[in-house]
DNA sequence: AGGTATTCACATGAAACTATTCTCTGAGTTAGG
DNA sequence: TAACTCAGAGAATAGTTTCATGTGAATACCTGT
């Protein structure tokens, strides 16, 4: 009775899945439908480029799930084969600037962007400038064309400022055989508006919008993705329609769409159904949502969790409540995990910050004779509110062990 | 009754402090000539 | 000898505290009727 059964069993089990990687975020469609605009403006922009010209500048903004990074990786990857056919000396860098550790401080952009170039800089011990001449040096060594494309690039300089967007759009100025052409994607509509005038002309000499989709096109694209990632009359009808609907509803983001869709033929096979129905999609809705909560609880600073865990501890009592009672019930949590207790003014500016991440809500009302506060909501089911209670406790005791400061 | 003053319970700002992370320099090490 | 590596010093940065000031309306306190 050993575990091999269960993997013969396993096995054997028909998934309602034909290929599942269809349905992942990383998955490349051979064509890219409703941004056929975008495509064809992006392939125009950087064209010259196949001719060794240095093509213009080009900077794409549009909404998470828009279709950005998919139809820029798919011009690219299209650009580079040609090159590759017709020895073009053509180079794409494709970088998401919102990987720590790789690309989120200059040092680090600049080395990695040397290190695309086959040349491996030590992680520390350079000045930057002699970093950038190294760069310098492999970019020219021969006459080349790079593109490269900097994704997420508000979270860059909201990190580290624009000079280094300045510098990269003077670069051409120093080269004598290469030319580089950049490429920003960025998810905010009013990023180019805080940068440097200067850098914000180079930059976006071009610039695009991709706009959300529709729910018809989101309907449209996630049939395409079903029918090849699913078995054939694996998914009830109405699926699509209110999987599509609840993504257009959330701001057309298509990813959490494909997301959705894949959870809910997750949870479909898991319980051995012959096919996804709204119920299983119904479950997947939730699973969702209460896994974005729980990575959002996870994925925050230690004090941020101890002040959230508080709130859950509160909430359950009444259905809104102020900042000094969550300083109070935080306090007591900061003793018992052997957290240091920061001041209320900390505090007041975690809980503002946990609003803009849109985790709380919370509003400043004045009570008059009574002061003025902010209003501090959760709406969260009582269930989800349980599991969340769970996941913090989890995680702020686990401080306890790993804790070095003594009080 | 109507008007103004007070007062609460924080919000919001600015400056100062601190611990961590980056950047840089020079010494030491290695490898090639 | 040039290139590389590394440790440690100094600079930059993020997170936090301290001090100061601001806020909106319920309530307290007048004031003249």
Not at 295 to 321: C, G, M, N, R, W
Request: proline content about 2%.
């Amino acid at each position: 009775m050993g575990l091999g059964n269960f993997f013969e069993n396993y096995l054997k089990q028909d998934s309602l899945f034909v290929d599942k990687s269809i349905l992942s975020s990383s998955y490349m469609p051979s064509e890219i439908v409703y941004r056929e605009t975008q495509v064809n403006a992006v392939a125009n922009i950087l064209a010259p480029a196949l001719r060794l010209e240095r093509p213009s500048n080009l900077f794409v903004y549009g909404k998470t799930g828009t279709g950005k990074t998919l139809s820029l990786k798919y011009v690219l990857k299209s650009m580079e084969e040609i090159a590759k056919k017709n020895d073009i000396k053509l180079k794409t860098i494709y970088l998401n600037c919102k990987l720590k550790r790789v690309a989120d401080t200059e040092y680090r952009l600049i080395a990695q962007l040397t290190k695309e170039f086959g040349r491996e800089i030590p992680s520390t011990g350079l000045p930057t400038d002699e970093v950038y001449n190294i760069f310098y040096g492999v970019l020219d060594q021969q006459k080349q064309l790079v593109l490269l494309v900097l994704d997420e690039i508000d979270q860059l300089t909201k990190k580290i400022g624009d000079e280094i967007l300045y510098n990269l759009t003077r670069i051409n100025s120093e080269l004598k055989q290469s030319q580089i052409a950049l490429v920003g994607i960025s998810n905010s509509l009013i990023f180019a508006e805080s940068l440097d005038p200067r850098v914000k002309s180079s930059l976006s000499q071009e610039e695009l919008v991709f706009p959300a989709y529709n729910a018809l096109q989101i309907q449209d694209i996630l049939r395409r993705r079903a029918n090849h990632a699913f078995r054939e009359g694996s998914v009830e009808t109405g699926v699509i329609e209110k999987c599509s609907a609840y993504a257009a509803r959330e701001h057309g983001d298509v990813r959490r769409a494909i997301d959705l869709l894949r959870v809910a033929g997750e949870l479909a096979d898991r319980t051995n159904a012959k096919s996804i129905t709204i119920s299983h999609l119904d479950e997947a809705e939730q699973k969702v949502e209460s896994d974005r909560m729980v990575s959002a609880i996870t994925d925050q600073p230690k004090q941020y969790q101890a002040v959230l865990y508080s709130i859950l501890l509160v909430a359950p009592e009444k259905k809104h409540f102020f900042t000094g009672e969550i300083y109070d019930c935080y306090q007591t949590i900061c003793k018992k995990s052997g957290l240091n207790i920061l001041t209320q003014r900390r505090i007041s500016d975690i809980l503002a910050e946990l609003d803009m991440q849109g985790i709380i809500h919370a509003k400043i009302i004045s009570k008059g004779r009574y002061g003025r506060t902010r209003e501090i909501t959760i709406n969260l089911d009582q269930a989800l509110t349980l599991k969340l209670r769970d996941v913090a406790e989890q995680s702020l005791h686990l401080t306890d062990n790993g804790n070095k400061q003594t009080i």
